[in-house]
């Protein structure tokens, strides 16, 4: 199928794909990354011309693919960024650039992967079933708080710690995103503005402020 979609791609464009694949500068996260995102690219703009989409759904297409590189390589350390934020602002004053520090961290191909693989178990959990999906999220709730304190902490640590820290927590967090549903509701006739500026820094705070409490769940033989 992979080849087949190469196949009909214009040349420049086989190119492009095959060099960022073959890529051997790149480490092995790197590559994992780029061969994911180069699928998702790839089926994408194979389905458009196979299927000769139009410029209407062309934009959407390509905004869509935006959005998706965004997320994985700009968000997710903005995510670590700002659990660091919030760790730090409780025995300090922290200034607003701490949440670039996972762009500065010297890990970020780590913090990106760690990140991007969390999510992808917690879909795949959610298309086997929605409950093993809505558990798996919360287990895995740590991880930014995690990568926050240790950027460079292999990824298979990272989910066994946020596993070992959230349990027995899970129903709690639960409990915690429910007191917020006002909020969010509310924030819908503000355009979201009143998430960006008070309800997501009050969940944020909430949630990592008690980050050494729920640490205290963890194994020491990796926290």
Not at 39 to 46: E, H, I, K, P, Q
Not at 144 to 155: C, F, Q, R, V
Not at 198 to 221: F, H, T
Request: net charge negative.
């Amino acid at each position: 199928m992979f080849n087949e979609m190469l196949v009909e791609l214009p040349e420049e464009f086989k190119a492009v794909f095959t060099e960022l694949i073959n890529a051997e500068t790149l480490s092995s996260s790197y590559k994992l990354i780029g061969f994911a995102g180069a699928v998702v690219a790839l089926f994408l703009l194979y389905f458009a011309l196979r299927y000769k989409v139009s410029e209407k759904k062309g934009v959407m297409l390509g905004l869509t693919i935006a959005l998706l590189l965004l997320k994985v390589f700009v968000e997710y350390n903005l995510q670590v960024g700002g659990a660091r934020f919030f760790i730090l602002n409780q025995t300090s004053r922290p200034g607003v650039d701490t949440v670039l520090d996972g762009f500065r961290s010297g890990h970020y191909g780590n913090i990106v992967l760690t990140m991007f693989l969390r999510d992808v178990y917690i879909a795949l959990w959610t298309l086997l079933l929605i409950v093993p999906g809505i558990i798996k999220s919360y287990e895995y709730r740590m991880v930014p708080y995690i990568l926050a304190e240790n950027p460079g902490m292999n990824k298979e640590d990272v989910f066994q710690i946020s596993k070992e820290m959230m349990n027995g927590h899970k129903m709690d967090l639960f409990v915690l995103d429910l007191s917020f549903i006002g909020w969010n509701l509310l924030s819908l006739f503000t355009c979201g503005l009143l998430s960006i500026f008070y309800v997501n820094p009050y969940m944020y705070a909430s949630l990592y402020g008690n980050g050494e409490v729920l640490s205290a769940n963890a194994s020491s033989d990796f926290y």
